[in-house]
């Protein structure tokens, strides 16, 4: 083990959620000396891992791989359970195909074959398990899974992350809470010797032999959200936690680390039209609305403007946000009918829907020109072809001669009472971030590593464009947390 700073640590970690912590985590597993800064008050740490669903996508080649993460099933159920495979090969395709063969190869390759091992990991921490319902499906007696998406942490990401705090704090990891990290310090030789710190107290500066950032996207910032997004962003409802707003992606980028990856683009997704302007710990991730593959879309003009069914909704909920985002007044409506309404996830029990028995009073509620919205049902309805409808899988029930065409589970809406959603689109988290490497490694822009600096998490770049996979956010900064954790103690 290398000498501990003058301060006394081996190891500052920037930022107090998933990612940062499973950094700590590891670090101090092999005996280092770690201190957590975190921005936010004790009572709001977490970061966006906090509001989380908890789900992790990790690889399987079957269900045997899943059965020691759940050793809570009775042997008997596992019988019922239908969760297919997913190699590592499929994880890494995902990664290629949602993100139009722009992810960096290397580091989703990383992603996906160390998934299985740090979920492993997490369990062995103490993290407990639960089928997610999301993108499951009961069919009888059976709970199918759409491969890769299985499992989300018991209590969701309020669950994750007491855990890993607990677990932090009682191997003597020290945490430091209203500490916004300020600026990176460096050494005669550029190597990053430290931070500067601005707390209650006032500004100080804090050293140690390597820092890891993962201190979040700058999606919390509305300034950097229309520098780097568009102007279309100024005003979105965040999702998550206020604090990410990019100072220390700004204080990495100031000392030469290399922006990498779609600075304009970000997770966005369909959440409740009238949900709060930033995430709120109470509601966490349920103003989310999901359930739109079964719906019909429309914006305010009473058209439909994506195809709801293009693809399971693990592998299109991350963009349809920014879709919404882009319509007039950033607002639409979800229609469901009696044959679809019971397909909704439980999370719309947050909101309050507008039922009608007529497609005519039901326009008039929303604020819709009833012929409009009675030609849009009427073209969409003429165009849906026969066929067997399955929730549980693309089941190819689509649409003739739409545009935008409906590829999977179209069915005619014509079972009052409808019932509708306000929507508007939520930003998650940005995908620019800095540059590393397969070893977690900060790089310049010559792709030389800045000494001492490694990062993990939404504050690097280079893996999401465009679109995103469900549960690679929450694996992708456990991943990278360990590769960080383990490098940066040996510095
Ligand atoms: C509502 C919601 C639901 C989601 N559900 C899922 C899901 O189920 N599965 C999934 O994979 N992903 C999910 N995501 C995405 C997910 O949040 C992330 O990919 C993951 O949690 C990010 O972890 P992180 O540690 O990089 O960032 P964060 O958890 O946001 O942590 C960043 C930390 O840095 C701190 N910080 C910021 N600036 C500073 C500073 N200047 N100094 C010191 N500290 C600072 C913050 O306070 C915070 O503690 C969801 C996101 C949201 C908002």
């Known amino acids: 083990m290398p000498q501990k700073s003058r301060d006394g640590y081996h190891l500052i970690v920037v930022g107090a959620g998933n990612a940062a912590l499973t950094t700590a985590l590891t670090a101090r597993e092999q005996g280092a000396q770690v201190v957590v800064l975190e921005k936010a008050p004790k009572e709001l740490r977490g970061g966006n891992s906090r509001f989380t669903g908890g789900l992790f996508r990790f690889a399987y080649r079957s269900?045997?791989?899943?059965?020691?993460?759940?050793?809570?099933?009775?042997?008997?159920?596992?019988?019922?359970?239908?969760?297919?495979?997913?190699?590592?090969?499929?994880?890494?395709?995902?990664m290629m195909r949602v993100t139009g063969g722009l992810t960096d190869p290397d580091l989703s390759m990383v992603l996906a074959e160390r998934s299985y091992e740090t979920v492993r990991w997490l369990t062995g921490l103490g993290v407990r398990w639960e089928w997610t319902v999301l993108w499951s499906v009961r069919q009888g007696d059976q709970l199918r899974f759409n491969p890769g998406a299985v499992l989300e942490v018991e209590n969701k990401g309020i669950g994750l992350t007491n855990t890993l705090f607990r677990v932090a704090e009682e191997s003597g990891i020290e945490v430091q809470y209203q500490s916004k990290v300020v600026r990176l310090l460096q050494d005669r030789r550029g190597r990053v010797c430290g931070v500067t710190v601005k707390t209650p107290d006032g500004f100080h500066d804090l050293r140690a032999r390597a820092v890891v950032l993962a201190s979040g996207g700058f999606q919390a910032n509305p300034e950097m959200r229309v520098r780097y997004l568009g102007p279309d962003w100024n005003l979105v409802k965040v999702r998550g936690t206020r604090f990410n707003t990019g100072e220390v992606l700004q204080a990495a980028l100031d000392i030469g680390a290399q922006p990498v990856g779609h600075w304009a683009g970000c997770h966005a997704t369909p959440v409740d039209a009238n949900s709060p302007p930033v995430g709120d710990l109470a509601l966490t991730d349920r103003t989310n609305r999901l359930s739109y593959p079964f719906a019909l879309m429309v914006n305010v003009e009473g058209k439909r403007f994506v195809d709801e069914g293009e693809d399971l909704g693990q592998y299109t909920y991350a963009k349809t946000g920014r879709s919404i985002l882009a319509q007039p007044r950033s607002l639409a409506f979800q229609i469901f009918d009696q044959k679809t309404v019971h397909l909704r996830e439980k999370r719309y029990e947050t909101g309050k829907p507008v039922v009608a028995d007529t497609l005519d009073e039901l326009a008039r509620r929303l604020g819709l020109d009833p012929a409009a919205l009675n030609r849009t049902v009427q073209e969409f309805n003429a165009a849906v072809r026969d066929g067997e409808f399955d929730p549980s899988r693309k089941d190819g029930k689509s649409t003739a001669g739409l545009e935008p065409p409906r590829s999977n589970w179209a069915q005619r809406i014509d079972s009052p009472p409808f019932v509708a959603y306000p929507v508007t689109g939520g930003i998650t988290f940005t995908f620019g971030g800095i540059k590393i490497d397969t070893q977690a490694r900060v790089l310049d822009t010559e792709d030389n590593p800045i000494p001492g600096l490694y990062a993990t998490g939404e504050v690097t770049g280079g893996f999401f464009y465009f679109n995103y996979p469900g549960g690679a956010g929450l694996m992708r900064g456990a991943v990278f947390g360990r590769i960080a954790g383990r490098n940066a103690v040996g510095e």
């Open 63 to 94: 269900i045997e791989e899943i059965t020691p993460l759940r050793p809570d099933v009775l042997a008997a159920e596992w019988e019922n359970i239908d969760v297919g495979t997913y190699p590592p090969e499929r994880f890494y395709q995902d």
